[in-house]
């Protein structure tokens, strides 16, 4: 018997994993959700069909969400979390003991209590005293916050179902007053391959830029997301991602990655040029 | 034969009976069931293609039905509480012409409000009647025309024995209803026949708690826009019947001007969802006022913006409010509705459905979703802080009376001349100046031109709002009598 799960990446090109069984399945108001046993990448979440996250490439994706902006805020105290009911980002950001308080907004609360249940490697810190978890639209929850967070983490799932709310230009409008005055917003920024996915990162880059006085884009390799080539967006009201950057500052703090460190912090700022020509068209 | 009832949809069962017969067509439409025109049947899909179909023995014909259309008609006019009913494909402005048609001939006087849609002062055009404008109360807060207070009614009653019929809307634009059934009794007790324009009340004949609908009310004629809250395709309409008007009659004056090549996708379309809200019109309407007020109170929320709703009530000219209506006051944040629609539209790719000078209208329907509803609320919070201004000078007031001097069809073909905007004061104007939407006309043929109207038309150019019926197309020109 041969059990495998396969997403289209585009109409002509499929990307499947061989399934070991299936741990759950269930649909809630919002989305189908799914939970796989694999061989090659272990346990992995997938909604409506598409891939959320595997136990073997999650900590390229959480890690770089996270430490990039983390590490270049001074001070970053009061944290905001869209998306991520899977406790990936969360779990990064319990690392740090400078932070006080994270809200997270998550749409969907099955897929917290399937993440807490199945997916104990990214769900594992949702219960620490510093996270609070709001079941909530982001685009309503962020609508009523001023001048509140350091720093906001867009975790959103793609520009299309639940998370479409997320790549607007009113929501980013949002994040900007929500933000204190050197506040950073990363989001979750498509990939730059496809030309389905390229459109949707231009569009949400175009939307950035119109909202932030400083956007910059950045980029990691995580093997089952569509191309394996992801791009995260930097939007910032005071702070330069790599000018403002202090590395020592951030080594200092001890804190052991698998995949970020001080100087790839840097170099993934650094795009292909066809990348660049892309966001340059939209800026 | 079974009886037919509302879970029947007779036009469509007859379609789907005729697409199994697999018919050879020598007959039109000449694009042969999409064969003859790939590049169309492929953007409109085959299934669409298949029933794009002429009239013919099974599938009845509209001019003159006697099977599957007169069945659909029955099943309409039972679920709209009507004596009888006609599938409209002109849209409802077609359905307002054949209303008027009926009930005026030349010279003959209608009592409306001024608030009314062009298609019925287009009817004037092609009846030769003469209007009786009736005033609506002005909100002056909101700039938006109301409905007709029963006494201005009864004044127009008054001075005008004579007229011939009555028409009032049901709702307006903004969704404010006058008192139907009040005036439905006063024009008959003077022998005048009520046609309603319920272009926005489909709605109120299925849901719960809506205002009272023109059948239910006592009216005589109704035109239904089944497109509009009822989901039916673009351009297909009903019109609705009381027990005293002659449908025979009527379906001569529909025909005037009717097409004798009625779509089945309209039809079908018309049949479809009259079936859908006889059998469940309750729960989609309750899910719509739900999101309506939902985003009401979370707009109200955001500050400055006024989404308004049945406090307006007064007992006259705002009889009654149509709550699935989302409509917002615009001007506390500095900025004029259409500047709020076009920013909406420009910076944040969310289309509603009208703006004027102080008011926006979002459509709102069972197709929403709520995450669309909560990207419109947010949209409109960050364009207060964007945009957001204070104490912007602005003029207000949308409605301005109208000096009728002739008779619309007599100014529409009278001799004319072409005058600049500047120097038209004081002619009487033979085109219609309208601001679209919401299609209200700031003049029609046979107007006089006054100085606050120039100021009018100008302001509302200036603010964006898109300004048609002049033959002149930048309204820099109006024509005039000679």
Redesign the interface.
């Known amino acids: 018997m041969e059990l495998w799960f396969t997403e289209r990446h585009t109409p002509n090109v499929n990307f499947s994993i061989k399934v070991d069984h299936q741990l759950y399945s269930g649909n809630s108001e919002f989305q189908r959700i799914d939970v796989f046993d694999s061989k090659e990448f272990g346990r992995f979440l997938t909604l409506d069909g598409y891939m959320m996250l595997t136990e073997k490439d999650e900590f390229i994706y959480h890690e770089m969400i996270t430490h990039v902006p983390m590490a270049v805020h001074p001070n970053p105290r009061n944290i905001l979390v869209i998306g991520a009911g899977d406790g990936g980002v969360v779990r990064e950001l319990t690392r740090y003991t400078s932070v006080e308080s994270i809200d997270l907004v998550e749409i969907d609360e099955l897929v917290v209590e399937v993440c807490k249940k199945f997916l104990p490697t990214t769900a594992c810190r949702l219960d620490d005293e510093r996270v609070h978890i709001y079941y909530e639209?982001g685009?309503?929850f962020?609508?009523r916050c001023e001048n509140k967070y350091d720093i906001i983490i867009v975790d959103s799932t793609d520009p299309f179902g639940?998370g479409?709310?997320l790549f607007?230009?009113?929501?980013y409008?949002?994040c900007f007053?929500a933000l204190r005055e050197d506040g950073i917003m990363v989001n979750q920024h498509e990939s730059p391959f496809y030309a389905e996915d390229a459109a949707a990162m231009q569009r949400s880059h175009k939307r950035i830029v119109e909202s932030f006085p400083i956007s910059r884009v950045y980029q990691a390799h995580i093997p089952t997301y569509p191309s394996g080539h992801w791009l995260f967006g930097f939007a910032s009201k005071k702070y330069h991602p790599v000018r403002d950057y202090e590395p020592t500052k951030w080594s200092m703090l001890g804190i052991k990655t698998k995949y970020y460190n001080t100087q790839l912090h840097t170099g993934a700022f650094a795009l292909p040029n066809y990348v660049e020509e892309m966001l340059r068209d939209v800026e | 034969m079974t009886e037919l009832s509302q879970v029947n949809a007779p036009i469509y069962e007859a379609l789907r009976r005729f697409r199994r017969m697999r018919v050879v067509p020598f007959d039109v439409p000449g694009h042969k069931r999409g064969r003859g025109n790939m590049e169309l049947t492929e953007f409109l899909g085959e299934d669409c293609m298949n029933v794009d179909v002429n009239s013919m023995k099974p599938l009845d014909n509209l001019c003159h039905p006697v099977s599957v259309i007169k069945d659909a008609e029955m099943l309409a006019a039972q679920a709209f509480g009507a004596a009888n009913a006609f599938f409209m494909v002109g849209g409802t402005t077609s359905a307002v012409q054949s209303m008027i048609m009926y009930a005026c001939k030349e010279g003959d006087k209608i009592i409306m409000p001024r608030n009314v849609h062009r298609s019925a002062i287009n009817a004037l055009i092609l009846t030769g009647a003469v209007p009786v404008y009736v005033n609506p109360d002005v909100n002056k807060q909101l700039g938006i025309a109301l409905g007709m207070s029963v006494s201005q009614v009864e004044q127009a009653i008054r001075e005008n024995p004579d007229a011939k019929a009555i028409m009032v809307n049901n709702p307006t634009y903004y969704g404010i209803c006058s008192d139907l059934r009040r005036i439905t009794e006063l024009a008959h007790a003077h022998g005048m026949l009520v046609l309603v324009d319920e272009a926005h009340g489909t709605h109120f004949y299925f849901g719960d708690n809506f205002p009272v609908t023109a059948m239910a009310a006592g009216a005589d004629i109704a035109s239904v826009s089944m497109h509009k809250s009822g989901g039916s395709l673009t351009q297909s309409s009903f019109l609705l019947m009381g027990e005293k008007v002659n449908a025979d009659y009527m379906r001569q004056v529909i025909n005037l001007t009717q097409t004798t090549s009625a779509s089945y996708l309209l039809l079908s379309s018309l049949d479809i969802s009259r079936k859908r809200l006889a059998l469940s019109g309750k729960e989609i309407f309750a899910k719509t006022v739900e999101m309506a007020e939902y985003a009401r109170s979370?707009i109200n929320d955001?500050g400055g913006y006024y989404a308004y709703s049945r406090e307006l009530i007064n007992g006259d000219s705002i009889y009654d409010f149509d709550v699935s209506k989302l409509s917002v006051f615009t001007l506390p944040v500095g900025l004029a509705g259409i500047e709020v629609y076009d920013l909406l539209r420009d910076?944040?790719?969310i289309q509603i459905e009208f703006g004027d000078i102080g008011n926006i209208l979002a459509y709102i329907s069972v197709g929403d979703r709520?995450?669309d509803i909560?990207?419109l609320?947010?949209?409109m919070?960050?364009i207060k802080?964007?945009f957001g201004r204070t104490g912007a000078d602005m003029l207000s007031h949308e409605y301005i009376s109208p000096v009728v001097t002739e008779a619309p069809r007599k100014a529409f073909y009278a001799e004319k001349v072409s005058v600049p905007l500047d120097e038209s004061a004081g002619k009487v104007c033979t085109e219609f100046v309208m601001c679209y939407p919401p299609g209200i006309p700031i003049l029609a043929p046979g107007e006089l031109i006054t100085p606050e109207i120039i100021e009018y038309i100008k302001y509302a150019k200036e603010k964006g709002c898109q300004m048609t019926g002049t033959e002149d197309i930048n309204i820099e020109r109006l024509n005039v009598l000679k």
């Open positions: 639209d685009v309503k962020i609508r639940p479409e709310g607007t230009k009113e929501f409008g949002s007053k | 979370e955001i910076e944040y790719d709520k995450r909560e990207r609320i947010s949209a919070s960050e802080r964007r």
